[in-house]
């Protein structure tokens, strides 16, 4: 996956304070960004742990939130906890699966994404850690992402 050509689709995307069907390479602005994906919106361990460590590290990049949920419940989510970052709706899983980055659906609720991050420059992948599961360890923390930054 690094080297490879991050995917070029529209999604709806809860960003500046709105849901817009945009294309996900105008969330980079052309400089690096970090997409990081989530299992799902209004998980316990992204609202009380992984998105507040984001806040807290002032990383100086973008950063771009994916879950596979729609995007009213998206919108809600950013809202009701305050999410400073765009979230991309890849609410039937294309984003996802163009990754290969899926979670299988019986073993949970629905299919979701792996907690990931994914460093993306000029629309190509320069790096990406990931849980094989919906865990929050050293893999998906802000320390590795700061790691995949010194990369560019």
């Not at 742990?49 to 590290?57: F, G, L, R, S």
């Not at 990931?116 to 865990?135: I, P």
């Amino acid at each position: 996956m690094v080297g490879d050509k991050f995917p070029e689709i529209t999604l709806p995307v809860y960003h500046q304070e709105k849901i817009q069907i945009i294309p996900i390479k105008a969330l980079s602005q052309g400089q690096p960004c970090l997409f990081i994906g989530h299992p799902g919106a209004f998980t316990a361990i992204s609202t009380t742990k992984q998105i507040p460590d984001y806040i807290k590290a002032n990383l100086q990049v973008p950063i771009v939130l994916w879950s596979v949920n729609d995007p009213f419940v998206i919108r809600k989510y950013a809202q009701k906890h305050k999410i400073p970052f765009s979230i991309i709706s890849d609410y039937n899983g294309e984003l996802t699966r163009l990754l290969d980055l899926g979670l299988p659906e019986e073993n949970f609720f629905s299919f979701c994404c792996q907690r990931t991050l994914c460093l993306v420059k000029d629309s190509f992948v320069f790096g990406v850690s990931r849980e094989l599961n919906v865990e929050y360890t050293k893999s998906t923390q802000p320390d590795m992402a700061k790691h995949l930054l010194k990369v560019i």
